[in-house]
């Protein structure tokens, strides 16, 4: 079946460390988003790629960083920089860069900060 | 600038009374519109959406959704809630800046099922 995994599910980071957190979809969607959720505050946009090699910032781009080599992965690196990045972290993709047929969710992977 | 409210940060209904989750937008052209649900450590499922034509659509799982551009709102409703339902709920607006697209959610509402 096709659909987006996200690994690890669960990761725990120790202070000052940088961690990447993967996202592989094979549904052959050419954008692809990540957002990061904390209770209360619903979800929200950290990056996004519409196109392989190209990436634009989302609200909270602070302390993250993405590549997208590849149409299938867009993987998220949590650097050192981003002062509370214990989240709920969700990866989502889009048939094309309209919003006409919405996202497809990960199951996402939930950072602690050790 | 795009945004959209959910009034409600948690509601608690009965099982097999009817459910209304509020949601407001604010975006200046006619909008796309979604509900998704979300289980515990689980990512987003699309309930419904609506972009044109009839405001009263159907989605999975027995709910419906109308939207009322007087009032700015799509609000999500089911005639009978189950014990399975309990869940976070978003509302989403699809938005659009300079030819960039892509969607804003709410904060969401959660809602608990009591038997």
């Known amino acids: 079946d096709g659909g987006i995994t996200q690994s690890p599910k669960y990761l725990f980071r120790k202070e000052g460390q940088n961690v990447t957190l993967s996202c592989e979809q094979n549904l052959n969607h050419d954008a692809m988003y990540w957002y990061r959720q904390d209770p209360g505050q619903g979800l929200r946009l950290i990056y996004y790629?519409?196109?392989?090699?190209?990436?634009q910032k989302g609200d909270i781009a602070e302390g993250y960083s993405v590549s997208r080599e590849k149409k299938e992965s867009f993987p998220l690196t949590v650097t050192s920089a981003q002062k509370n990045p214990t989240a709920f972290y969700l990866c989502a993709s889009s048939i094309d860069t309209t919003v006409n047929y919405g996202y497809t969710f990960g199951s996402g992977t939930r950072l602690t900060v050790v | 600038a795009q945004s959209v409210t959910q009034p409600d940060i948690h509601i608690t209904v009965s099982e097999g009374a009817s459910l209304e989750l509020r949601c407001n937008y604010s975006y200046g052209a006619t909008p796309y519109l979604f509900w998704y649900v979300q289980s515990p450590g689980q990512g987003l499922q699309l309930l419904l959406k609506y972009f044109s034509g009839d405001t009263l659509v159907q989605g999975i799982k027995g709910f419906e959704a109308e939207f009322k551009r007087s009032q700015s709102s799509f609000n999500l409703r089911k005639p009978s809630v189950h014990w399975s339902d309990a869940a976070e709920y978003f509302c989403a607006v699809g938005t659009s800046n300079f030819g960039n697209e892509k969607l804003t959610f709410g904060t969401g509402t959660r809602l608990t099922i009591i038997p």
């Open positions: 790629s519409q196109i392989v090699n190209d990436f």
